[in-house]
């Protein structure tokens, strides 16, 4: 379920702010307490806990003699439903703690009364309540007028959920609900909760057999041969746009001595994320990030002003120790490749290097039809450096985006705290927000590193260092493509982009002369000689989501022809196969989204475009 996580008020910020007022909001957190009243309705023993919006929802917590069963989550709508009819009005009480303490013990309703004991004397100033019908809750507020206002909605699930979420609590029974402005929009969430679930990465990634994971190495996957194909495809187009960015490639070791990420400042503050290693003498960690190693490759040399900006792509494995156990799949790996770069640059080419960025990711991402948005992260509160250090740098991320013609938004308080820097997301097929790419512009590491360059006049300067990585992770941003084009990926990153299918043995010797010239063109191309019918195997391809299906006959064979069929339903019949190569190539060449299949046409692609 797609709720759990993305549960943005906690139990205090119900109580104490009830949040930006968002009339959706609102209206959810509304109809968390309709929820709560029909729930003591049919279990009159019921105890609750908290009931807060949350994104897309709401939900509530209750302490209940049994476990809820599907029938009751029906039974409860069904009450809801007759209180949104009664448009029963919120009125809203204040109490002093003492009342209020005595009014819900005497309600039997002992996890309210530990929430308002636990109130700080300024927080519990005004304890109110909101009354509607013969209900009434502990509620900072505010509230839809009455519950007539509370649009379409529909109870989601049931789960187990601590107290306070301590496990040494009780365990309470959480019933997640969703409600919206219309029924169409109400209509649009339960597709988009269905389809992420038909979606869902990890198992298309077992069906259509392009990677696996096993306990023997936790959060790391195990790539099959297709979803290498995949992998590869992506870093070509990745190299290419980079290459033509001004980049070369550099490779760094895996395993790198402690004193290193010492001076890097990861071993501080980094080093709980980190495999360390003893290697008997010494101390090692496995990499979690390339940014130190690509400053020792600048040391090796004097630079001067006329070596830089040096742009420098490091593709190598990253090792970070996350958690496992959770099911997370490619969304959080042990072992990942960042197409990561750095820019090593004078302060006077910062400008020119942050626009290139910019350009780089909308050009990386077009080719998947991605439109990127951005946000500008400013100055935390906790901070290096002077209020001019940050006015200038954050002034020099913000003309960037200028003159790109770019606009953003604020996340202010979101840089670290050395720099500022520039987030990049993307939205997918189902509307939803993926943040990928991070700009980030640093000049703690290049004086970490003591980094020098002779400078026009004879002098010494430090460089400045731009870091980026466009894709993110290739294990990440393979789950979100994944996810995003259904696993019916465009034939520029399909693993299979033809399947051959020779409708009887006769045609195998042809079939593999197709194959062969299908390859000959760079693409990648299958045969599919089993003595199963043509239908069975035009059905596992389309299973397989391949991009083209050519079914050789007699009169193909003859002709030296071959008959296509899309993944999206269109044939053709008898196409000289030297036009249908160097058609498919040149589509292959030009990255086009083809064949364009309904699966990525969706509403929420619509909504995001708009
Ligand atoms: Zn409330
Ligand atoms: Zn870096």
Same mark, same amino acid.
């Given at each position: ?19 930006? !007022? ?36 709401? #939900? ?5 003699? %049994? ?62 309540? #909101? ?91 195990? @790539? !099959? ?17 980079? !290459?033509?960015?001004?980049?070369? +490639? ?42 130190? =190693?690509?400053?020792?490759? #600048? ?64 050009? &990386? ?38 003159? +790109? ?47 020098? #360059?002779? *400078? ?18 290739? =294990? ?15 034939? @520029? ?23 062969? *010239?299908?390859? =000959?063109?760079?693409? %990648? ?42 993944? &999206? ?42």
């Amino acid at each position: 379920m797609a709720l759990e996580g993305d549960e943005v008020r906690s139990e205090a910020t119900e109580l104490l702010d009830a949040g930006a !007022h968002d009339p959706l909001d609102t209206m959810r957190h509304s109809a968390a307490h309709v929820m709560a009243a029909a729930v003591l309705d049919l279990f009159p023993d019921a105890k609750l806990g908290i009931g807060p919006a949350i994104r897309d929802g709401f #939900y509530y917590d209750f302490d209940l003699p %049994r476990a809820l069963t599907p029938a009751d989550l029906e039974a409860i709508e069904g009450k809801m439903r007759e209180q949104v009819a009664a448009n029963l009005s919120f009125e809203r009480s204040e109490l002093g703690r003492n009342e209020a303490v005595a009014q819900v013990t005497a309600a039997g309703q002992e996890y309210k009364a530990e929430i308002i004991r636990d109130l700080s004397d300024d927080q519990a100033k005004v304890i109110s309540f #909101y009354t509607h019908g013969s209900f009434s809750d502990l509620c900072r507020g505010p509230h839809v007028k009455a519950t007539g206002r509370i649009g379409p909605f529909k109870l989601l699930s049931s789960a187990g959920a601590y107290w306070r979420g301590d496990e040494k609590r009780p365990m309470l029974q959480r019933i997640y609900g969703t409600v919206w402005e219309t029924q169409a929009d109400l209509d649009r969430y339960l597709w988009r909760v269905e389809e992420a679930k038909k979606r869902d990465h990890r198992k298309l990634g077992r069906d259509l057999d392009l990677f696996s994971f096993h306990p023997e190495s936790p959060a790391a996957p195990f @790539w !099959h041969p297709r979803g290498m194909a995949l992998w590869r495809a992506l870093e070509a187009w990745s190299l290419e746009v980079r !290459h033509r960015g001004g980049f070369v +490639e550099v490779r760094t070791p895996a395993v790198v001595r402690k004193e290193l990420w010492e001076t890097s400042g990861h071993w501080d503050l980094y080093k709980d994320n980190m495999f360390v290693l003893d290697d008997a003498d010494h101390i090692s960690g496995l990499k979690p990030m390339n940014c130190p =190693e690509s400053m020792l490759i #600048y040391k090796t040399q004097m630079r001067s002003y006329r070596d830089l900006p040096m742009r420098l792509a490091d593709y190598s494995w990253l090792f970070r120790r996350e958690r496992t156990g959770a099911l997370a799949g490619m969304f959080r790996v042990r072992q990942l490749t960042q197409d990561d770069s750095h820019v090593l640059c004078r302060d006077d080419q910062v400008d020119d290097e942050l626009r290139l960025a910019l350009s780089l990711v909308r050009e &990386t991402y077009a080719p998947f039809g991605f439109t990127p948005t951005f946000k500008l992260a400013t100055r935390p509160e906790k901070r290096l450096g002077s209020d001019e250090f940050w006015d200038r740098a954050e002034g020099r991320l913000r003309d960037a985006l200028a003159a +790109e013609g770019l606009e953003y938004a604020l996340d202010p308080g979101g840089a670290a705290f050395y720099a500022p820097k520039i987030d990049i997301f993307i939205a997918d097929a189902l509307g939803r927000e993926w943040q990928m790419a991070t700009v980030q512009l640093d000049y703690q590491l290049p004086q970490r590193f003591d980094l020098e #360059y002779r *400078a026009a006049d004879g002098g010494f300067e430090r460089p400045v260092v731009v870091h980026y990585a466009i894709y993110g992770s290739f =294990e990440r941003f393979i789950g979100v493509i994944t996810e995003h084009f259904a696993g019916a990926f465009p034939a @520029w990153l399909a693993p299979v982009q033809a399947m051959v299918i020779p409708i009887a043995d006769r045609h195998n010797e042809y079939a593999g002369q197709v194959v062969t *010239a299908l390859r =000959e063109a760079g693409l %990648r191309a299958e045969v599919d000689d089993r003595s199963e019918r043509m239908q069975a195997k035009l059905r596992d391809a389309q299973e397989q989501k391949v991009p083209v299906m050519l079914v050789l006959g007699d009169r193909d064979q003859e002709a030296g022809a071959v008959s296509p069929r899309l993944r &999206t339903g269109e044939s053709m019949q008898g196409v000289p196969l030297a036009d249908f190569v160097v058609d498919l190539a040149g589509r292959v060449a030009r990255r086009e989204l083809w064949p364009y299949a309904q699966e990525t046409a969706t509403e929420g692609a619509a909504e995001a475009a708009s």
